[in-house]
């Protein structure tokens, strides 16, 4: 094959570490954040009011180099909560999850596969998740079907109860009521997990009107009702004092529309504009996205959008090498570190009633965004890339015996296919794991945070994620610049035409769109081809397994000049992470007098831990 570097993709995860890691089980509180790139203090953007994020990195080892592996929701959700990539999940857009499609290295189907929350269920903890953690309906009612559409607690494998109605107080814990419903608690409306992200459509004269943001009174807000459940959930929990906990809330902004008090975007309209407004140099079409959610918004490109009266600056459509006017590029960017200031008051209030309760000190915490985005930089502001900015998240892990990762950052690689394993150990539930999880345990580097300069050989140095393309639209450079097809988000598979594979080495990215293979619609292979013409370099490689840390190492690179497409070759020395537009701007895959040289120094530091 052309690229076996990528089937590194499939590999089982091979190490363990068998000891355990504390005497007790402790409590474990996860939060995922939608659509949050490390725009925080703790990752060099002291620009960001982040307070409550900033006491949770004083207690936390902070990871400046984490990668989802798809950057859109539902692949990656479905990733990190089955600790699967997605080519083991099939779960590459909004139509499948990994119960329904999954299909693992060792031939178990999804249906078979024990989630995340699951592990801690089915070992002794209870279990309990609201907001978006996994992706709406993917699976199937979060994984746990509604008591009242006919379904028992067999159905519900992700979790301990099923939520009976709308009230977050009225929870059944191992199906006995655990509370009733009191206080203010009673008046909460009923939370869905989308529910926000359009909230600022409606109607003025009768047409209809949807900007990028509006102002938002704070009960409105998806999150703050949240935060309340969550604080909810944190009581209920605490009345059992039998069972550990494992907590899942997923919060939603900065997720666009940004629907929240108007204080918060306030606070940034001054935000600098990034430096790189244009898609990078050399790069090929199938690279870039429009951002069709932004382009369909009445105050850019959407519905009514050339009414005066309504949008006085007109239409103006995101594309390649045509910015968006900069008072507008202004407003987003202020939406959207508004936005992280506001989700940070909410998660402030979630840790600070898990203090209140007396269980920080026995409660890992992971905070974790489940994919990037790009603010402008690159000419896009959406996701759905395969570039730096669309793939790096925050991640954040507290555990409190671990005194010395404490207000420490880390450069070692992560994925978050990573964060089942390093949970599961944790907790002493590695030998729990199934054999085919895809990600590494992060303890090692929890244990050593300077384990990549201390000794590589003891830690992977190559991150992976993947992005489909349906070239229909060919980046929507006519107008009406929608895109409709690109991203692939509501497409059977069977409709791919490429399937992006990057991988981000120490100072390096490189990535690869092969052709998707479709030979029999009926029965489509969902495989990217790996001997397409597309591909500019391929390579032969060498096997050396050492038994604790399996390498990979490649020898022999043989340079294709002819059929230069979908290749994709970018430079990262240098790069701390804190500058959003410095790095990828130019596609160095194409330069003759790069090329050579360049994979020769990318080879010397391609030993892949894996």
């Not at 604080?231 to 666009?256: R, S, T, V, W």
Request: aromatic content about 10%.
């Amino acid at each position: 094959p052309t690229m076996i570097l990528f089937l590194l993709f499939f590999l089982p995860l091979l190490l363990q570490w068998s000891q355990p890691i504390h005497s007790q089980q402790p409590n474990v509180l996860m939060i995922v954040v939608d659509d949050l790139r490390p725009m925080l203090p703790a990752f060099g953007h002291e620009y960001i009011e982040a307070p409550n994020l900033d006491r949770l990195a004083a207690r936390s080892l902070v990871f400046n180099r984490t990668y989802a592996n798809q950057a859109v929701c539902s692949p990656s959700r479905n990733s990190f909560m089955s600790g699967r990539r997605p080519d083991s999940t099939k779960v590459w857009n909004f139509l499948d999850s990994f119960r329904t499609s999954g299909i693992d290295t060792t031939g178990l189907p999804g249906k078979n596969w024990t989630s995340l929350p699951q592990l801690f269920k089915e070992n002794g903890y209870n279990a309990l998740g609201y907001g978006k953690v996994y992706h709406p309906l993917k699976p199937w009612a979060n994984d746990c079907p509604h008591p009242q559409a006919g379904f028992g607690p067999e159905h519900c494998p992700s979790w301990t109860t099923q939520v009976k109605t709308n009230h977050p107080m009225d929870i059944k814990l191992d199906h006995q009521t655990a509370s009733t419903c009191v206080g203010n608690l009673c008046d909460l409306k009923p939370v869905i997990p989308d529910a926000q992200i359009h909230f600022c459509d409606k109607k003025i004269d009768g047409k209809h009107w949807s900007p990028t943001s509006c102002d938002n009174p704070a009960e409105n807000c998806t999150d703050k009702w949240l935060a309340d459940t969550g604080i909810a959930m944190l009581d209920l929990l605490d009345g059992d004092d039998e069972k550990p906990f494992f907590l899942a809330l997923g919060f939603h902004k900065p997720h666009p529309f940004w629907a929240i008090p108007a204080e918060f975007p306030a606070k940034y309209k001054d935000l600098h504009l990034p430096s790189n407004l244009d898609a990078p140099t050399s790069s090929p079409a199938k690279a870039y996205y429009s951002c069709k959610s932004i382009n369909e918004r009445s105050n850019i490109g959407g519905v009514n959008c050339n009414d005066t009266n309504l949008n006085p600056q007109g239409c103006h459509y995101l594309y390649p090498e045509k910015p968006l006017p900069t008072d507008l590029m202004k407003s987003i960017r202020a939406d959207y570190a508004g936005a992280i200031t506001w989700m940070d008051s909410q998660v402030g209030r979630v840790l600070d009633h898990l203090e209140a309760l007396g269980k920080l000190n026995d409660t890992i915490i992971v905070f974790f965004g489940d994919h990037g985005w790009a603010l402008g930089e690159q000419g896009m502001f959406c996701k759905q890339a395969n570039f730096e900015l669309q793939t790096r998240v925050p991640l954040m892990i507290s555990v409190p015996w671990m005194e010395h990762t404490h207000g420490k950052n880390t450069s070692a690689l992560a994925e978050l296919v990573d964060v089942y394993p390093t949970l599961a150990q944790l907790v002493g539930l590695e030998d729990k794991v199934e054999e085919a999880l895809e990600g590494y345990s992060l303890v090692p580097v929890l244990e050593d945070p300077d384990i990549n300069v201390n000794n590589v050989t003891r830690w992977k140095t190559a991150a992976f994620s993947q992005f489909p393309r349906c070239m229909n639209s060919s980046m929507a450079q006519n107008p009406p610049h929608l895109a409709n097809e690109d991203p692939c988000t509501k497409v059977s598979s069977n409709n791919f035409t490429h399937m992006g594979y990057t991988v981000r080495l120490d100072n390096w990215r490189y990535t690869e769109w092969l052709v998707w293979d479709c030979y029999d619609p009926n029965a489509c292979p969902n495989s990217p081809n790996w001997n397409a013409t597309e591909v500019l370099f391929q390579q032969s490689i060498h096997l050396q397994m050492d038994y604790a840390f399996p390498k990979i190492a490649c020898v022999v690179w043989c340079v294709v000049l002819e059929n230069k497409k979908g290749v994709e070759l970018y430079d990262h020395h240098n790069d701390d992470g804190s500058c959003f537009d410095c790095f990828e701007n130019e596609n160095l895959a194409y330069d003759p007098k790069v090329h050579v040289n360049v994979i020769i120094i990318f080879l010397n530091g391609f030993d892949i831990n894996y």
